[in-house]
């Protein structure tokens, strides 16, 4: 029973982080139909910028967070800008290949800059390295920073989605790009909100990383990414409930796989998940079948 | 348009005479040594440390005197930790620079890529740090011609540490979590597990996790609860540092083993000073080992690089002071005399140990278990295998 709510309390630590990831993969798609490849490295970028914040600027987790959030919202949006907006009307493989290359610019474009080596994050001291200790369990303040983060962050998203004109326009171009545009939405802009929107929680999620496990480095964008990228799918990609939901339950089913079965096939599962998902209901479990318009 | 061509074969010229001048002139009065290591990609912290050793070596060589009124110059290029990258670096060494020997590359893989062109050209290729099982001997048992290495192998750190749970710690009952992307981990878990059972231990769980995974909580969970009493984990720092942080904060205290992986100075800042108690691994060399070799050693490379050594700076230093000996030794100055010279070391004296090489071109050398308290080297002990 012990073990069983530890699992838990580690699944939901790590779904957190996928489901953070897997909202920005899930906006993206939801509004230009671009599986957004390089989202995983912006999400090691606001890793490496909460470094910096926290080594070299010396400057607390809440602002180190902030920082992180506001730079990679400006790279999400600079690399929409450059890389994405002249293929808007280009042929979707295109533009999904021009993803990839972002991936790998960014990828080893930080390696020269930083070099290839594992950063560790300074320890954190004080509250935030607490640990709680019920009977047998524990839950280290680490855990609880990154699941409050998470609610958060995810809160501010559902009422910006929900109860702004920006996020009306969202949900609006989602919908149907050209008619939105006919009613005076400027899709530019409203696409550009979308990338910012989802670095920045993936750049939020890079620096709670950074504080969990402590050790970052240039590639390690590409497995999360991967696995938010499941969690998109199985939540029902476009759908941002979905996603969340995703998020949490690739978590939990990692943490349980290794857990109770073989940490040998951990991997292997999640992407079963994937193929499975994908022949039995390519929509995804929160998301409606509708029939493809010829 | 007609002043760039002009330009542009200016420059050309001027290049061509640049280079063929080095050329002519070195080969006379200068023993070439080829250098083909990691010094970009995965693998590249353990090439650019290797270098750095290398580089100390030669440099005191070289202010020395040189071997034999000559000076040694290394012929340097980057095999960007890709194997089919270190054959073609091996091949143009060997063919177009014509070196007398290589040294590297780093890892096992990409060493074992070199060797064919060595053994085709007759020129001695060394390793300091490959430590896989069959890196100098090919599948049917023989040794290959012109491989050497001066390193002891994985199989050899698992048994030491199997042994070094039975019989130093007296430790019976034993968790082992792997690497299980690598062959090193592998090899490694494999030659512990089998060493531990036949010794009368008794392996509790085997788990297992890839290169660059960073949650561990959910194996430490599982294995939290069972009755064992030391885990040995064959792997990198990167992951090592982790578990060993996750399983401490989950409240696991028995000791940990490792083997030369975990050899960093990042596995402080990755596991914390805390978390780095009852650890034990084993390694080429000691900083606390007080043989005057090993001193001076950290004495010249601390004024040289502002830094303390590690393993891969002392291996790399080792292997080019071998190949230096083997060179001093040879009866002249072609890739076969050489490789002649180097089969019959004895009793080299180096950083890691005094070593022989045996029959197959592999070196008989102490091990060092490094002990860990607080983050530091606490205590270093050799132990040799016989």
């Known amino acids: 029973m012990d073990q069983l709510i530890q699992q838990i309390i580690n699944g939901i630590s790590l779904g957190s982080i996928y489901a953070l990831i897997a909202l920005g993969y899930t906006m993206v798609y939801g509004i230009i139909k671009l599986i957004n490849f390089a989202h995983g490295d912006i999400y090691m970028l606001g890793a490496y910028i909460g470094y910096f914040c926290m080594t070299t600027l010396k400057l607390g987790f809440l602002p180190s967070l902030f920082i992180a959030i506001i730079l990679c919202m400006i790279v999400g949006i600079c690399i929409e800008k450059i890389a994405y907006k002249p293929l808007r009307n280009a042929t979707r493989i295109a533009v999904l290949i021009t993803a990839i290359g972002v991936s790998l610019f960014l990828q080893y474009g930080t390696m020269f800059f930083v070099g290839a080596n594992v950063r560790t994050y300074p320890p954190l001291t004080g509250l935030m390295a607490k640990r709680f200790k019920y009977g047998h369990t524990l839950i280290s303040m680490h855990q609880i920073i990154i699941v409050i983060t998470t609610i958060v962050l995810m809160t501010a998203l559902q009422v910006i989605v929900k109860n702004t004109r920006i996020g009306k326009a969202m949900r609006a171009v989602s919908l149907d790009k050209d008619a939105a545009q006919l009613m005076g939405i400027n899709v530019d802009s409203t696409i550009s909100f979308t990338f910012a929107l989802g670095s920045a929680l993936a750049g939020a999620a890079g620096v709670l990383v950074g504080i969990y496990y402590n050790s970052i480095n240039p590639l390690m964008g590409t497995m999360p990414g991967l696995k938010a990228f499941v969690a998109a799918v199985l939540g029902g990609i476009g759908i941002i409930p979905g996603a969340m939901m995703g998020g949490y339950l690739i978590g939990i089913i990692e943490v349980f796989v290794s857990g109770y079965g073989s940490s040998m096939y951990r991997d292997a599962v999640v992407f079963a998940i994937l193929i499975l998902i994908l022949i039995l209901k390519p929509s995804g479990i929160m998301g409606k079948n509708i029939g493809e318009k010829v | 348009m007609k002043k760039t061509i002009l330009l542009a074969l200016t420059v050309m010229l001027i290049i061509a005479l640049i280079t063929g001048c080095t050329q002519s002139s070195s080969k006379s009065d200068k023993i070439l040594i080829g250098v083909n290591y990691e010094l970009s990609g995965e693998t590249a912290t353990y090439g650019q440390s290797s270098v750095e050793g290398i580089e100390l070596a030669i440099n005191k060589v070289n202010e020395a005197g040189g071997i034999n009124g000559k000076l040694i110059e290394l012929v340097k290029y980057d095999n960007e930790s890709k194997s089919a990258n270190a054959t073609s670096l091996a091949t143009r060494l060997m063919t177009q620079d014509k070196v007398l020997a290589v040294m590297g590359p780093a890892t096992s893989g990409a060493f074992k890529a070199t060797i064919p062109v060595a053994n085709q050209n007759k020129v001695p290729v060394i390793s300091g740090s490959a430590t896989a099982d069959d890196v100098t001997v090919n599948p049917d048992g023989s040794v290959q011609e012109y491989a050497f290495r001066i390193c002891f192998s994985d199989s050899y750190q698992g048994t030491a540490m199997a042994n070094y749970?039975?019989?130093?710690?007296?430790?019976?009952?034993?968790?082992?979590?792997?690497?299980?992307?690598?062959?090193?981990?592998?090899?490694?878990?494999?030659?512990?597990?089998?060493?531990?059972?036949?010794?009368?231990?008794?392996?509790?769980?085997?788990?297992?996790?890839?290169?660059?995974?960073?949650?561990?909580?959910?194996?430490?969970?599982?294995?939290?609860?069972?009755?064992?009493?030391?885990?040995?984990?064959?792997?990198?720092?990167?992951?090592?540092?982790?578990?060993?942080?996750?399983?401490?904060?989950?409240?696991?205290?028995?000791?940990?083993?490792?083997?030369?992986?975990?050899?960093?100075?990042?596995?402080?800042?990755?596991?914390?000073?805390d978390a780095l108690n009852d650890i034990y691994f084993s390694n080429h060399y000691s900083s606390l080992d007080q043989d005057p070799v090993v001193q001076d050693f950290i004495k010249e490379f601390e004024k040289k690089y502002n830094k303390q050594p590690d393993a891969f700076n002392a291996l790399g230093y080792d292997l080019a002071m071998f190949v230096v000996n083997g060179i001093e030794r040879a009866e002249s100055l072609t890739g076969e005399a050489v490789k002649k010279a180097l089969e019959s070391t004895t009793d080299f004296n180096g950083v890691t140990g005094s070593f022989s090489i045996d029959e197959f071109h592999n070196p008989v050398k102490a091990i060092v278990i490094i002990e860990l308290k607080d983050g530091v080297q606490h205590s270093s002990e050799r132990l040799s295998l016989d």
């Open chain 2, 165 to 273: 749970a039975l019989n130093n710690l007296s430790k019976t009952k034993a968790v082992v979590i792997m690497d299980s992307s690598s062959d090193y981990g592998k090899g490694l878990a494999a030659n512990f597990v089998n060493t531990f059972e036949a010794n009368g231990g008794t392996i509790v769980a085997q788990e297992a996790y890839v290169s660059g995974d960073t949650d561990f909580n959910s194996i430490l969970t599982k294995i939290r609860d069972l009755d064992f009493d030391v885990i040995f984990i064959p792997g990198y720092y990167n992951e090592a540092g982790l578990i060993i942080k996750q399983a401490r904060d989950l409240g696991i205290d028995v000791p940990i083993l490792g083997a030369d992986g975990f050899d960093s100075p990042e596995l402080v800042n990755l596991a914390g000073k």
